[in-house]
């Protein structure tokens, strides 16, 4: 008995000062291509929508022209964006599955079997990156959409929607930095600088092209 009792049950101990007992870091490149994805998405369907928007604004003051462009704007981006992942996305699969095929052929031990297997489950599906694709340019060109929808004044319709585009295009460069821990003012001054030109360039040479007589 005396020895059961001298029997001594040791626990991990934690000690935070010297960080032994601290999670190990997480790979933040991991969220890289969904953040990409949804950013790019988002700020896609902002940018070419409010540009779209500010472009018609410029030679047409009538509120129904702009949004009727925009929503056309909207959707067939949507599309264009979704087409275009899934494209990409299967081809992506299409090459992964066919060097998998190449191994396999070339025989592997069960230790290769097992780690192809799980390399499957991690396979990218066409199909959700489409509607990923499609569901983030949709959100990013509503903004500029629901900004104009209800204002009639001509004058102050186009600067709510630069103003309300302007905000977006800081907030989503703040969450893609965020999420990825990466600077937020360079991420934010990155994707605000990239929006406004693009807007300015539509803008302006829409106008250029209606005082040179083009009526709508």
Known sequence: MAALNDVQISFPE???EHKECQEP???????????RAAVLGAND???????????????????KAMILTGFAGLVAGACSMATGEFVSVYSQLDIELAQMKREKRRGMGDNEVAVQETQKE??????????ASALAFSLGA???LLAAAFI??????MGVVVAAATLALVVLGGVGAVLGRTPVVKSCARVLIGGCMAMAIT???TK?????GLEM
């Open 14 to 16: 934690c000690q935070t």
């Open 122 to 131: 991690k396979l990218p599906n066409p199909v959700q990156a489409a509607l």
């Open 142 to 144: 509503l903004v500029p």
């Open 25 to 35: 870091d997480f790979d933040y490149s991991q969220r890289a291509q969904w953040i």
């Open 203 to 205: 803008f302006g040479l």
């Open 152 to 157: 009639h004044d001509h004058k102050v319709r």
């Open 208 to 212: 250029l092209i209606g005082i040179g």
């Open 45 to 63: 369907g902002l940018v070419s929508v409010a540009s779209l928007m500010m472009g018609v604004g410029g030679v047409n003051k009538d509120v």
